[in-house]
């Protein structure tokens, strides 16, 4: 496990371990303190073309399924982005959604061989205690895994939710 330095309050961890059927899986855990109470903090998260806005410039980030969607267990929401002047295309559903505790995004379609994001909303004092959890299997032999994680994937995963990190502290500054 590595934890990162906290950025602007939030805090970043990747794990890696072996599911039952031998396949590396790896875990991303961000977490974050918020100044406003769930309820009033998950609508941002329930706009799916909000995450434009915490998404860094660099991966050329866009929603490409028209608003408003329709958010709720089983909305399909299309992406693109270029990851290292590689274009990809995306497709994540809506596994859970419980407003305003939380909701589950799967890729169906995309780079990874599994991406589950839990995205978590809990009361913490006057705020909010947010936290993702991505659990997320690459493809490709264990060598080549053991390679992209470390000389890519971690990284830009890091990289990617501390941005994510700084940009939520601006738009919810502490009171």
Do not use: C, K
Not at 79 to 90: A, D, E, F, S
Not at 144 to 169: C, S
């Amino acid at each position: 496990m590595v934890n990162l330095p906290a950025r602007v309050g939030s805090t970043v961890r990747v794990e890696s371990l072996r599911t039952t059927a031998g396949r590396r899986r790896f875990t991303l855990v961000a977490e974050q303190r918020l100044p406003l109470p769930p309820s009033e903090l998950f609508p941002f998260f329930a706009d799916a073309h909000n995450l434009e806005r915490i998404t860094p410039p660099w991966l050329h980030f866009r929603v490409l399924t028209e608003a408003p969607i329709a958010m709720g267990e089983g909305a399909l929401i299309r992406y693109r982005l270029r990851l290292h002047g590689i274009p990809i295309g995306w497709l994540t559903r809506i596994a859970a959604w419980d407003p305003p505790h939380g909701f589950v995004d799967e890729q169906l379609r995309g780079p990874y061989r599994l991406w589950r994001h839990r995205h978590t909303f809990a009361p913490d004092g006057e705020g909010t205690l947010a936290r993702d959890r991505v659990d997320y299997e690459l493809r490709g032999t264990d060598a080549m895994q053991d390679a992209a994680q470390a000389l890519l994937v971690r990284r830009d995963l890091e990289r990617i939710f501390g941005y994510r990190g700084d940009r939520l502290a601006e738009l919810y500054p502490p009171v």
